[in-house]
Structures are given as structure tokens and as C-alpha cells.
């Protein structure tokens, strides 16, 4: 039986999320068009008769010195001294860059196996993809080498292949019917951040994290209520997020009530929500600390 954590590594919108949640055929990490969705380290848990694979999404690496982004940086590495295997997630759509290079010298210097993935195959060109498999041999060339498109899923099943190849012995450390560890105060943020992030576009998502207030369970009457605050940097932001006449937090609620009443199939769900303005929280400790 082969037992293995899986450290992912990416520039942002590479694909990390969208993998894991193919790979675990569930919705483990959020996705959006937003680059930088995920922020935290997110595990999800894939089991088969081979054993299990846990899988930890990463922030995606991007060279920025704010913060907010620094304190993103410090998950994605931290992960790296946390696994027995590091997968490396390359955009074939984009070519290589100065932190294409950045994550290739970080991962020159970590101790364990390194299998690198060329994503987005169904949509990069041939050329793109021939291209970006010849920077990645040329400054990685240590590294097992595959190319799949984890949107389409395809190539995946080798993928895993390999990385089962590469794990060691062990036993399962979670249930076989366990897709992740998350707590339920997270996942209900996160897809409520999801949804607030898909109704606005520009520099409005960034801007945005999510605080699960209180959870009510009522065994009783067999109903569960939700409170949780949408924040935002400006009023000017929250006016957008709220939108004319509550139209836009309307359509937030109902797009996040549908995901969360999944959680809880056989409860009367009432998602209550607010927005907040909290000014330039991504430079307070005290809330990045609390969030990342």
C-alpha cells in the first residue's frame, strides 16, 4: 500500500485547483478567473487499491513583495517542507518567465522527488507545448516529466501513475471516503467567497475575504443557519458587491445557498450574508494571520 503527501507548486492560474478537484472527482479548493484564487493551503484526498495520495493545493507563486502576497509566497513554501513528493504545475499556455525560473530554483533545492505536469494541453499548441517541456528539461531536468489538461481530464490517470510510482509504503491516514480535511467554517467561506468573486470583476476580488460569523444547528427542527460577512477594502466596493437594490448579494446568496445546501442535504438551510468594509485589511496582521 503507498502513502504519500503531495506538495503542488504553480505560478498563479496554472491549474493547481483545477487538478485536485479532478483528481478527487469532488470540489476540494475553489476556482475562478481571478488569478491568486486559492490562499491558504488546501488538501484533498485521493484513495484507491493502490493507497492514498494527499494532495495540497498551494497559493499560486507570484514575485510581489506586498504582504499580502509575501504571506501567499510563505504558504506555497512552507507546504514544500511538509510532503514526501512535489508536483509542478506548468501553464503550456504561458511561456516561461522570471518566476517560471523563481519556482525551478526553488525546487532545485528541495530534498524529495519532483514529478513536473505541462497543463492546459487542450487549448496550448503543440508548439507551446513542445516549447514549454524544453524549458522545463533544460533548468529542471531532474524531474519526471508529463503533460495533461486537468480541465478535460486528460493524461491525469498517467499522471497519477507516476506519482503512486514514486510514493512510498504506508497506510492511509484518512477514511477511503474522505476528499479532504477542511473544516466546515472554511468550506462554507470559501464558497461563498467563490461566488462573491465570480459576480465582480477587476481589483474587487482580491479585495475580498469571507468571515463565517456563527453556525446555528438546530437538531431539533433539523435546520442549520448560517451568518457570514463578505468584506471588502472600500465602500465603494461593497456598494458594487451589494449591487442596485441588493440584486448582486441576491445573486451571491442564492449561487452559494445551491453549494452549501449539499453539505447539508437533509437540514432547512438559512444563509444569512453581509458586506463589510474593512479598510486595507491585506496590510493588518492581525486579519491575514487570522485568514491565511
Excluded at 116 to 135: R, Y
Excluded at 240 to 250: D, E, F, T
Aim: with cysteine; aromatic share 4%; net charge neutral.
Amino acid at each position: 500500500m503507498k502513502s504519500a503527501s503531495i506538495s503542488i507548486i504553480g505560478r498563479p492560474s496554472s491549474g493547481k485547483s483545477t487538478l485536485v478537484n479532478t483528481i478527487c472527482e469532488r470540489k476540494v479548493s475553489i476556482t475562478a478567473q481571478t488569478p491568486q484564487t486559492t490562499r491558504n493551503a488546501i488538501r484533498g484526498i485521493y484513495t484507491d487499491q493502490r493507497g492514498q495520495l494527499i494532495l495540497t493545493d498551494t497559493p499560486g507563486y507570484h514575485l510581489n513583495d506586498q504582504k499580502f502576497n509575501l504571506k501567499l509566497q510563505q504558504t506555497a513554501l512552507k507546504a514544500l517542507d511538509e510532503c514526501d513528493l512535489v508536483l509542478y504545475i506548468v501553464d503550456a499556455t504561458r511561456s516561461g518567465g522570471k518566476e517560471e525560473s523563481a519556482i525551478i530554483e526553488i525546487l532545485k533545492q528541495v530534498k524529495r522527488p519532483v514529478v513536473a505536469a505541462v497543463n492546459k494541453t487542450d487549448i496550448a499548441s503543440a508548439e507551446q507545448v513542445a516549447e514549454t517541456k524544453a524549458f522545463i528539461t533544460d533548468l529542471l531536468d531532474t524531474a519526471a516529466l508529463l503533460q495533461i489538461s486537468a480541465s478535460a481530464d486528460e493524461g491525469v490517470d498517467d499522471l497519477l501513475i507516476e506519482l503512486f510510482r514514486l510514493s512510498p509504503e504506508g497506510p492511509l491516514h484518512y477514511g477511503e471516503e474522505e476528499f479532504t480535511d477542511q473544516p466546515l467554517e472554511f468550506r462554507v467561506s470559501e464558497i461563498i467567497r467563490e461566488k462573491a468573486i465570480q459576480s465582480v470583476s477587476q481589483e474587487i476580488p482580491h479585495a475580498i475575504f469571507v468571515e463565517v460569523i456563527d453556525i446555528e444547528h438546530d437538531e431539533e427542527n433539523k435546520s442549520i443557519w448560517i451568518r457570514a460577512a463578505i468584506n471588502v477594502e472600500k465602500e465603494s466596493q461593497k456598494g458594487i458587491l451589494v449591487g442596485r437594490g441588493g440584486a448582486n448579494i441576491k445573486k451571491i446568496r442564492v449561487a452559494a445557498f445551491k453549494e452549501i445546501k449539499q453539505i447539508f442535504p437533509t437540514l432547512s438551510l438559512t444563509l444569512d450574508l453581509r458586506v463589510k468594509a474593512v479598510s486595507r485589511w491585506r496590510r493588518k496582521d492581525m486579519i491575514l494571520s487570522k485568514i491565511l
